[in-house]
């Protein structure tokens, strides 16, 4: 199965805890860190660039003046009466 990686929550993470829930009881955890990432610019074969702040909103910014990212937040639900993390 092939996982959108993009910033923001994926689709797949929210499917599976759905499932989860609906077989029985789910007590989790939201752990919330920042973590450093590597400055680095990419681009892809489909033109796009990865490497810049993007704040999850799909926003098309056209000017040179996008700063470089160098954070990045990171949300994980991790289950309390189980063996899985998201």
């Known amino acids: 199965m092939v996982v959108d990686g993009k ?4 689709k797949e993470a ?3 805890i759905k499932n989860k ?3 029985s009881k789910v ?5 919330v860190d920042e973590m450093s990432v590597k400055r680095h ?5 489909q033109q796009n ?4 702040i993007n704040l999850g909103t799909d926003c ?10 160098k954070n990045a ?4 639900v991790i289950c309390m009466n189980g063996y899985w993390k998201h």
């Open 7 to 10: 910033p923001g929550f994926t």
């Open 14 to 16: 929210f499917e599976t």
């Open 21 to 23: 829930v609906l077989d």
């Open 27 to 31: 007590y989790c955890s939201l752990t």
């Open 41 to 45: 610019i990419e681009i892809d074969t």
């Open 49 to 52: 660039m990865y490497g810049y």
């Open 60 to 69: 098309n910014y056209d000017n040179d003046e996008i700063p470089v990212a």
């Open 73 to 76: 937040l990171v949300f994980m």
